[in-house]
């Protein structure tokens, strides 16, 4: 995964830098985030993002671009605890929340994404991509007690897939 990256990122400098069509973009964004497990104890939380990108318009095709960069992410979850209960025979997707306290997730990452936009139409354009996200922090926070157990067993680098419309307002600016 990680010279696929690479490789993708150096061609896309290299046609940027061959063709001089290359801008330099900004990104700042946020969102609901929302986890599902076998229990219903996740409820929805946030996440935020900002960052930088370089773009280049692939002149064959109008309205098409290809982009890289890095962008830093944050997002917290809260959810309940299950309660511990020895010997309950219970079944396993019915088993009980304890919903006297809620726990808050929360990640930091390192994001190095890379997107192909289309601009279907004049008001509206589709956007896909992959994303290489390295976990900078991540730990489960107990209100509490402040404490924040980080004994948990996180994958460092995760690929994530995105596909989603964008809006643009302007040259320079569009809403993702």
Do not use: C
Request: aromatic content about 14%; overall charge positive.
């Amino acid at each position: 995964m990680k010279y696929l990256i690479n490789i993708v990122t150096l061609l896309v400098f290299g046609l940027a830098t061959a063709s001089g069509q290359i801008s330099v973009n900004t990104s700042v964004g946020g969102g609901g985030l929302f986890m599902d497990g076998f229990f219903d104890n996740y409820l929805s939380g946030y996440q935020v993002h900002a960052g930088g990108e370089i773009s280049y318009k692939i002149k064959w095709v109008e309205g098409l671009s290809i982009g890289t960069g890095l962008e830093i992410r944050y997002g917290q979850i809260n959810f309940y605890d299950l309660l511990r209960e020895s010997g309950s025979g219970q079944n396993f997707h019915d088993h009980p929340v304890d919903k006297s306290e809620k726990y808050r997730h929360r990640l930091l990452t390192l994001d190095a994404p890379l997107r192909i936009r289309y601009k279907a139409f004049g008001f509206m354009g589709v956007i896909a991509g992959l994303r290489a996200s390295y976990l900078l922090d991540g730990y489960v926070l107990i209100p509490s007690t402040g404490i924040k157990n980080r004994n948990l067993t996180y994958e460092k680098f995760v690929s994530v897939g995105e596909l989603g419309l964008f809006f643009p307002i302007g040259d320079r600016f569009s809403v993702a």
